[in-house]
């Protein structure tokens, strides 16, 4: 992961999403019919929700609690509720009695924002605020009302697709998704990590995030998480950044029916966690699952890898690092010694890997950001990875997670 700063937003209070107006009495609407959603192992573009049309009334506390009662998903009743709005005060009273009944924390968060923080009353008594627009709280005036949710957000290569909260855009760096907003404070990170158990990202996350000017350790153990028909498990962390400010992180591993996992890590200052956590909930219950259109890498060959080689002049390390995901990254550390002291060099780049072979033998082309190739050829011994008449040793699998040898 890059290094990253995180500096302060604005005051404005958590984007909310449009509240409905009131259905009319022909309508034929029933929150207990049959779920009309794509099959969770599809990932086709899901358009953007509209606005319900104008005398449509929200849900009720009594329809809520029926839905869950019937066992209809979550995300079922999350998709209702952004769909239709609510038409009941969303307080620590009716929070207590859903929760009660088996509301999960996603399904919290999409009631507190169809029906606002702490706000009461029905659909009909707010207005809704346009999160692009902003407020009084530091925003240009409302121009109008904006989806809670915003479009679904498709990778091919990866199989994925998820719901990005309204007004947060998606991008992509060194193997990574980054969400962020113009309005709300806080990071959204998306990782893919091939061939991975949720077993082994649970203890990963116990280890904590440690990366340069940024440090969080679990406040709590990992806990399953509801992600549909998605096994998933969740977590949360604390920490400071380099500049001092107190972070709070929510972290959602969602496992892939194809034996992948993704990783959402939302990080914020103390004073907005609580509004982006529900965010991260929201995107880890939206995931849908196709075949990933994997580089043609090698399995065989896939992990991180190291030499090393000394002499009374001083030692020499090198590593590589042939991610799973196509990701592809090399350092070379060089110390040595004399009488004038000890000198200590560092180099290194990022970029994408693809291989030609077997398991035994072949060639790794590895192209640059700038569009620039080179190759080498490997060759496997034993238990090592022959690379310029080098052999090396691994130290990490194709997950990429290691840091360190040692």
């Known amino acids: 992961m890059a290094p990253m700063v995180m500096n302060r937003a604005g005051s404005s209070d958590v984007a909310r999403g449009p509240m409905p107006a009131m259905p009319q009495p022909e309508e034929s609407y029933d929150p207990m019919a049959p779920p009309d959603v794509d099959s969770p192992t599809e990932a086709q ?3 953007p929700a509209t606005r319900p049309t104008k005398g449509r009334r929200g849900l009720s506390e009594e329809e809520v609690a029926k839905l869950l009662e019937g066992g209809v998903s979550s995300r079922r009743i999350i998709e209702l509720v952004e769909e239709h709005g609510v038409s009941f005060a969303i307080n ?3 929070v207590s009695r859903l929760k009660a009944k088996g509301a999960t924390s996603a399904l919290v968060g999409a009631l507190q924002q169809a029906g606002g923080r702490g706000g009461a009353g029905t659909a009909e008594s707010r207005r809704p605020t346009n999160p692009l627009s902003g407020s009084s709280s530091g925003g240009r005036a409302a121009g109008g009302a904006a989806s809670s949710r915003g479009s679904r957000f498709n990778h091919e290569k990866w199989g994925i697709s998820f719901v990005t ?3 947060w855009k998606v991008g992509e760096r060194q193997g990574l998704l980054l969400l962020g907003s113009d309005t709300e404070a806080g990071l959204i990170l998306i990782r893919l990590v ?3 158990s949720l077993d082994q990202l649970i203890q990963d996350y116990g280890e904590g995030i440690q990366e340069e000017g940024l440090q969080l350790t679990p406040t709590v153990q990992a806990q399953n998480f ?8 969740a977590g949360e962390l604390a920490g400071v950044a380099q500049d001092g400010a107190r972070i ?3 972290t959602v591993a969602v496992a892939s029916p194809f034996g992948d996992a993704v990783v959402v ?3 914020t200052t103390e004073e907005k966690y609580s509004g982006l956590k529900p965010r991260v909930e929201s995107i880890a219950s939206s995931f849908q699952f196709s075949p990933p259109q994997a580089p043609p890498v090698l399995e065989a060959i896939a992990g991180q890898w190291f030499y090393i080689s000394s002499s009374s002049f001083g030692s020499s390390e090198r590593y590589l690092n042939l991610c799973s995901d196509g990701r592809y990254s090399e350092r070379s550390d060089i110390y040595s010694s004399g009488s004038a002291g000890t000198a200590y060099g560092e180099g290194g780049n990022t970029a994408q890997w693809a291989a030609d072979g077997d398991e035994n033998q072949g060639t790794v082309t590895v192209t640059y950001p700038n569009g620039e190739t080179s190759q080498f050829e490997y060759r496997r011994g034993g238990d090592g990875l022959y690379v310029g008449g080098r052999k090396y040793a691994r130290y990490g699998d194709g997950s990429c997670t290691k840091t360190s040898v040692y």
């Open 92 to 94: 620590s009273a009716s």
């Open 226 to 233: 509801p992600a549909g028909q998605n096994r998933a498990a």
């Open 45 to 47: 573009p899901r358009p």
């Open 165 to 167: 909260p309204a007004g």
């Open 194 to 196: 091939r061939k991975a």
């Open 265 to 267: 890590l939302g990080m």
């Open 248 to 250: 709070r992180a929510r």
